[in-house]
């Protein structure tokens, strides 16, 4: 056999294929059966068993091509073109296992092995409940069968090279050749493909008639973890942009990045949309919605990023394989559609809101600026699309416009982040706003004051117009957030004679989920804040002989010296700058310009040195031909660490809320008969 | 009761004083404070509501990748025109008619372009007003008809005591 590993993979795929196809076919039947009450030759309860036993291997023969696929990255075999295209024999080892998704078809592959992770942990915990499972299993089958057709058929990942196979590859692209990328692509597939799962549960607990709202309870964990991965995912990549791109920027407002966002809007939304289901047994059409479309976005961005519908400077390479996307997607509607408008009368709400000021009545217009923030980058995202098909000419929506419609309604969100919790579910009293609202209102304002005071003008410019809201918010929101933690925690003081610490522990361990909450809100805010620091950037470009200087903002960059270096994967040129801070040495940066043979292109590696307060960030922008002295670009970018600080504390908190809550005897007795209720009630 | 009610009342007096205070500072504030000097901030403004030509799909002042043929070129037209002391719009059509629209980081050439703009905020009021209306007249059905999760007709607790132990037995 010429080439054994590829055609292990390729025959991997393709049982991988058969076997998701006989355990959609058998699952199907199985709930067709349970459904109508028509007994076949074989009993439903055998044929669910084997759908989910051939679910269980699907996992295992994906897994088998995905090890294929590393294994040819780490034996340099160039006879598997996808390898020659993504790797070469001095592609660091971490790099070459990361090379499963650098390209398209590595990607497809990386995407349809979680989905297939993902069922195997579904359909091995199916004893939470047997029936829903099912449904739940036979629909990851579904979508499954989508992704192995186009592994199969049009983006196999273990082609053939034709010809002559080159005595080495073409190389990774340098951008990706940075640490963060061996983990923030599988972070983002991990919240893309987990958000599925509680889509699958949804439509299943839909098609069933599902009593009650513990398929929420079921979902609850695998929803926050999903949205977690998406979250920490988004940020990696934000932070790959900052360290790698060297524009000084974090986030372009690309197609791509806007991909990720939309479903993380919508995803966020059904999060806290969902908790009105499982409380009050309301909203339950909207949050089916929310959840249907957040899997649909998904699929929806990797439509805009691979169908060359919008242009995208990181999007791969445009191929064919959109027309499937397109087809699945309307298939994927039109089943939801469907489902819905059989199914609708089981979703009728089981209370009404009883208050316009009130905990419910909170989320709903959260959820209703997480949908227009999610509109909005979607209409940005495709209005160049629309602009040709009406003018004849294409329109660029970059930053600018979503600078200016965008950041409005994340400022409105944030102030929802603080008003939400401060009200009481069904109706709030004026007592309690008055008690709730008082110190917020007066940390907001004192902010604002204070900051203009120390010389914010945001009359001037509405960049520091936005900063200043945001941070008077960010404050106001931390106040409220603060003032909850210590009004809880004196009552268990009160109660129990702890110190406040302790009593502020006991006090999250009763209620994870609501402190975990405000503990993401609380990194939420921490995040707008660095954000915002990005009103005050300044930067300055200087070409530097040995011993020239650089100013900015109080830092001194003094040319120790420039020269060049190589090892057998890249050419570097970089220079050496001695940093002084009010004339005290405080570090050497050494930015670097990188030039990769195998791929015969350019890399730029930063050299940035971060502090709470800002990042000194600095780019070696190439050498004047004239001159044959570096060129220089410098950033002062105030605050950034706390956008990455933010992302640590959104991480606590979700671990925080995920966490079993220690409930006091009668709380849990109260949850018993809450459940028991919502299932008298809800079939 | 009595003494409830005037302190209330005083309450609301000192606030209300207190908010004109506020506001008196805040404009005192804002006047001292307001001293404009845009002359070094039009060149940034406006470089960073372009891209580069080059295809790069960064913002014009942005672009940093070694030997680009465009940003180089057009930052010195930026420059130049700026120097010239035409507006910031005559400035965006030289550079659209020169470049093509894309040019533009935004849609702002007006016509469809102002589409882009309108439709978001229009979206959100519309979103907001609806959502408004919708909650008023749940809760305004509410409030005539209030049903056990059996179809049962029952009264609302007017007992504060009952609406608190519900609002304390419904928190997380």
């Known amino acids: 056999m010429p080439h054994p590993m590829p055609t292990f993979g390729s025959f991997s795929l393709l049982l991988a294929l058969v076997l998701a196809v006989y355990s959609l076919a058998m699952g199907g039947a199985s709930l067709w059966q349970m459904a109508t009450g028509r007994a076949g030759r074989i009993a439903p309860e055998r044929l669910s068993e084997t759908a989910r036993r051939a679910g269980i291997m699907t996992f295992a023969a994906v897994s088998c091509a995905a090890f294929a696929l590393v294994w040819a990255a780490f034996t340099n075999d160039y006879s598997v073109a996808y390898i020659l295209h993504h790797t070469n024999r001095d592609l660091h080892p971490a790099y070459k296992f990361s090379a499963l998704w650098s390209g398209q078809e590595g990607s497809l592959l990386l995407w349809s092995w979680l989905l297939a992770a993902y069922g195997f942990v579904l359909r091995l915990r199916h004893k939470v409940d047997v029936r829903l499972t099912a449904h739940a299993s036979t629909i990851l089958s579904g979508v499954q069968v989508f992704f192995l057709l186009l592994l199969v058929f049009a983006a196999p990942p273990f082609s053939i090279q034709p010809g002559e196979i080159p005595p080495d590859g073409f190389g990774l692209n340098p951008l990706l050749q940075y640490p ?27 098609i069933m008639r599902y009593p009650g709202e513990k ?21 990696l990549g934000a932070h790959w942009a900052y360290s790698v791109l060297g524009w000084g920027g974090y986030w372009g407002w690309d197609p791509v990045e806007n991909a990720s966002l939309m479903p993380w809007l919508t995803g966020t939304a059904f999060l806290h949309s969902v908790m009105m289901q499982e ?10 919605w929310l959840i249907f479309s957040t899997f649909m976005l998904t699929v929806l961005g990797t439509l805009l990023t691979r169908s060359g519908l919008v242009s995208s400077v990181h999007a791969f390479a445009q191929s064919s394989i959109g027309n499937w996307f397109y087809g699945f997607l309307v298939l994927v509607f039109c089943v939801c559609l469907f489902v819905f408008v059989r199914q609708r009368d089981h979703l009728k709400t089981e209370n009404k809101l009883e208050s316009i000021v009130s905990r419910e009545s909170s ?3 959260n959820n209703l600026i997480l949908l227009v923030a999610c509109f909005t980058v979607l209409w940005g995202t495709l209005f160049p699309v629309l602009s040709e098909y009406v003018q004849g000419s294409k329109a660029t929506v970059g930053a600018p416009f979503y600078n200016r419609v965008a950041l409005p309604i994340g400022l409105f969100l944030l102030f929802l982040t603080g008003v939400g919790p401060l009200l009481a579910w069904r109706s709030t009293t004026l007592r309690t706003i008055r008690r709730n609202f008082v110190l917020p209102s007066i940390a907001t304002v004192a902010t604002a004051i204070g900051l203009m005071f120390a010389h914010i003008r945001p009359w001037e410019d509405q960049s520091e117009l936005y900063s200043l809201m945001a941070f008077s918010l960010g404050a106001g929101v931390i106040t409220a957030i603060l003032s909850e933690f210590l009004r809880g925690a004196n009552v268990v003081r009160t109660q129990t004679g702890k110190n406040l610490f302790a009593a502020s522990l006991q006090l999250i361990q009763r209620n994870t989920r609501r402190y975990g909450g405000y503990i993401v809100h609380f990194g939420v805010v921490v995040i707008i804040v660095g954000i915002a620091g990005g009103a005050f950037n300044q930067s300055t470009e200087q070409e530097v002989g040995f011993g020239d200087k650089i100013n900015i903002g109080g830092y001194e960059l003094r040319c120790q010296s420039y020269t060049q270096d190589s090892n057998a994967n890249y050419d570097t040129e970089y220079a050496l700058l001695d940093v002084y801070r009010h004339g005290n040495y405080v570090t050497q940066l050494a930015p670097e310009h990188r030039f990769y043979s195998a791929s015969q292109t350019n890399s730029t590696i930063v050299a940035n040195r971060s502090t709470l307060q800002h990042d000194l960030y600095v780019i070696y922008e190439g050498k004047n031909p004239e001159t044959g002295k570096p060129i220089i670009k410098a950033f002062l970018n105030p605050l950034i660490a706390w956008i990455w600080i933010g992302v640590l504390i959104i991480i606590l908190g979700t671990f925080v809320a995920l966490a079993p809550a220690i409930k006091p005897a009668l709380a849990a007795s109260r949850v018993m008969h809450t459940e028991a209720v919502a299932v008298g009630s809800g079939d | 009761m009595q003494i409830s009610s005037f302190m209330h009342r005083l309450f609301a007096r000192t606030l209300r004083h207190r908010m004109v205070q506020l506001g008196a500072v805040l404009f005192g504030a804002v006047l001292l404070m307001a001293a404009a000097d845009d002359s070094g901030t039009r060149f940034n403004k406006i470089g960073h509501a372009m891209m580069c030509a080059c295809g790069c799909g960064q913002i014009l002042l942005e672009c940093n990748h070694v030997g680009c043929p465009d940003s180089d070129r057009m930052i010195g037209e930026l420059r130049t025109q700026v120097a010239s002391g035409g507006d910031d719009t005559s400035i965006f059509n030289w550079f659209a008619a020169k470049y093509g629209p894309t040019i533009l980081a935004a849609p702002i050439r007006g016509g469809f372009d102002t589409v882009a703009w309108i439709t978001p905020v229009a979206v959100f009021l519309l979103a907001t007003i609806g959502t408004a209306f919708l909650v008023r007249t749940w809760v305004r059905r509410r409030r005539n008809t209030v049903t056990t999760p059996e179809g049962i007709p029952v009264q609302l607790p007017e007992n504060d005591a009952m609406r608190e132990r519900i609002r304390r037995e419904t928190e997380y």
């Open chain 1, 215 to 235: 398929w929420i309870h079921i979902t609850r964990r695998w929803t926050m973890v999903t949205w977690l991965f998406l979250t920490v995912g988004i940020f």
């Open chain 1, 180 to 206: 963060e990328m061996v983990i923030h692509p599988p972070m983002l597939y991990l919240g893309y493909v987990g958000f599925t799962v509680p889509f699958a549960f949804a439509l299943g607990a839909l």
């Open chain 1, 279 to 288: 409380k009050r047994g309301m909203m339950k059409s909207w949050n089916v």
């Open chain 1, 363 to 365: 989320f709903l217009f």
